[in-house]
Each structure stands twice: as C-alpha cells, then as structure tokens.
C-alpha cells in the first residue's frame, strides 16, 4: 500500500515531540540551563510571580535571657516580581507539493522528518537569540538577560532598584540595592575576572538562599578566546569547566564555570565595549513554564486547514525567563 499523508503526518509527530526539548538541552549552555536545573513548572493564572526580600525583619533583637520580650508584630519582609507568560510555538506544514516531490516512500518520510528537524533547528535559535535580547523591542519575545542587566532605574518585572530597603544593605550600596553589580572595565585582565568573581561572591553572602551555590557565565566567542589569553598570559589557566554535552568552559579562581555562548551579545571588532561577560549564581536564573518541555500544550499536535491542501503539526512552549534576584548578577562590557 503507496504511503498517504497520515503516515508523513506521523513520522513528522514522531521526531517533533520527544526530541524538542532534549533538543534545548544541546542547544547552548544557557539553555542546558534553563532546561536542567533551571526550569521550574508552575500552573495556571496570567503571571508569573516570585517573591523578593525587601525590608527587614523586624522581629529580631538582642534580649536579655532573664526578662527579654519578644516582638510576635507580623513583619512584611517580601515584595513581588511580575512577569508575562510568554508563549513560542512553531509548526511542520506539508503541502500536497510536499508530498509529491519525493519519488518513493522512503524518501518521502525522510523529506518530512528533515523538514521538521529544520523546524525545530530554527526553533531553537530563535529562542536562543530572544534569551540574550531584550523584550523592550518586542513585549511578546522572553524577558531576556538583557532585560535582567538593564541600567539602574529601569524596571525589570515591576521592581525599581530603588525598592529595596536601603537600610538592609551598606551605605556603598544604597544606589543599586536591586541592580547588578556591573563593572566599567573595556580591557579583559585577571583581575578584572577576579574581581567579578569575588564581587559576585560578596554579594551571594548577603543572601541565605545563594550562599554555596554554583557560579556560572556566559560570554561569546571573543570573550572566550580573551579569558584563554589573559589567562594563559598569567598563568592562572584554571581546571576545564564540566564540558558537559561539548560546550566549552573555564573554571575562574575555582569558583565560577563559564562558558560560551552562541548569541551573548557583542560585535566582537573591537569598536565598542559591548562584549558582554556575564556571572551570576545558578540559583537565580530559571525559565518558569506551563508546557513545552515534554509537556505537551492544550493544543499542540496536527490539524487540517479547512479548504486548503495544507496540514500542518503544531509544537507550542509557554514560559518565560526569570531572575528572582538580580543582585546575583555582576556583568561587563569589553572590547575585544
């Protein structure tokens, strides 16, 4: 019996739904990430909401341990972070041309399931680019990292910088309680990756959740070659980062794994300081999601298009990337 359309169809839904997500774990080390240890189901509503720690707990004091009385008054120590849900989706569309171009049954199965791996390739790299981008330029893309380094004074999921109570923190850090620690240096130098890393540290301290948790960073391929330089040139060359599934890492003062990354932004010619390097505690990067990582959608799945020769197979992800504190962050802009 010749090979119909049903069959095409499900090769297609064959190689799109199991393997997408496993196909986000290799495609970057970001989105090893987000698809790991940094995703995070949540279920139902229009918002994405997390919370941060910003007063202080006014139940506390030194007291005498004869006739010391302790504050039961409720103190309000959280406020919230709101974020869009953000919905991506691609489709496999085969047309009658589609399935006459290919001559045999064979082939025919195997210009739909390449069709689809094309799909889905695009799927990736779309994602990948809207994760270091900024959702300024298109409110449906991901709230991307560069949402999350925005300057001082600009919100990121509701929250100033000015927020925070700046009692909680030193005066040296009044300003930016909220804020990434950003670094002004254009020139790569091991202190410049020492600092980074130390800094970053310092601030994980004033947070119970971040205290001993992993570093990671991220930088592209003109930081990378540049932090091999510098540190080959010093001879302060650290152990490789885990080269889990082939990305390529250092490990910084035996504290922080970095890694390149294909779309972290920067022109890599030299002619601005806009080479970004990027750490921040793992803990504080995640990707929320409602479906798409092995979850199908309440409607993903094929269809006919009523009055055409078009049948098409949908593949959709509901999520969005979020930073429950952005003070685990310290970034810097080089030229490279």
């Not at 925070?164 to 020139?187: E, G």
């Not at 599934?245 to 294909?262: A, E, H, P, Q, S």
């Not at 022109?267 to 921040?280: F, P």
């Not at 199908?296 to 009055?307: A, H, R, V």
Request: aromatic residues 10%; hydrophobic residues 35%.
């Amino acid at each position: 019996m010749t090979i119909g359309l049903t069959e095409l169809q499900a090769a297609v839904t064959q190689e799109i739904f199991p393997t997408v997500a496993d196909g986000l774990t290799y495609s970057t080390a970001l989105w090893n990430h987000l698809t790991t240890r940094g995703k995070e189901k949540v279920d139902g509503g229009l918002y994405y909401q997390f919370g941060v720690k910003a007063l202080v707990n006014q139940s506390q004091s030194a007291i005498s341990g004869e006739s010391g009385v302790t504050d039961s008054t409720p103190s309000q120590q959280m406020i919230y972070g709101v974020l869009y849900r953000k919905y991506n989706y691609f489709a496999v569309n085969l047309t009658l041309q589609d399935f006459t171009v290919a001559s045999g049954d064979n082939q025919k199965i195997k210009f739909a399931v390449t069709k689809a791996q094309g799909a889905k390739a695009d799927f990736y790299r779309s994602l990948s680019v809207q994760s270091w981008a900024s959702s300024t330029t298109n409110a449906l893309n991901l709230d991307g990292m560069l949402d999350i380094l925005a300057a001082s004074g600009t919100s990121y999921a509701g929250i100033l910088n000015t927020t925070y109570d700046p009692t909680v923190y030193s005066a040296q850090n009044i300003k930016n309680v909220y804020s990434p620690l950003y670094y002004t240096d254009t020139i790569l130098s091991y202190k410049v990756l020492s600092k980074m890393t130390t800094g970053l540290a310092a601030r994980m301290q004033q947070n119970a959740e971040d205290q001993n948790q992993e570093l990671l960073g991220w930088c592209n391929s003109g930081v990378f070659t540049e932090i091999q330089n510098v540190c080959q040139a010093s001879q302060l060359l650290g152990s490789t980062a885990k080269a889990e599934l082939g990305f390529k890492g250092f490990r910084l003062n035996n504290m922080c794994d970095v890694y390149l990354d294909v779309n972290c932004p920067g022109s890599m010619d030299g002619s601005t300081a806009d080479n970004y390097l990027v750490m921040h505690a793992a803990e504080d990067l995640k990707l929320y999601y409602d479906y798409g990582l092995g979850e199908k959608s309440p409607i993903d799945g094929e269809m006919n298009i009523p009055g055409t020769v078009i049948n098409t197979n949908r593949y959709f992800l509901a999520g969005n990337m979020v930073s429950p504190n952005r003070r685990g962050f310290v970034y810097v802009k080089l030229k490279v």
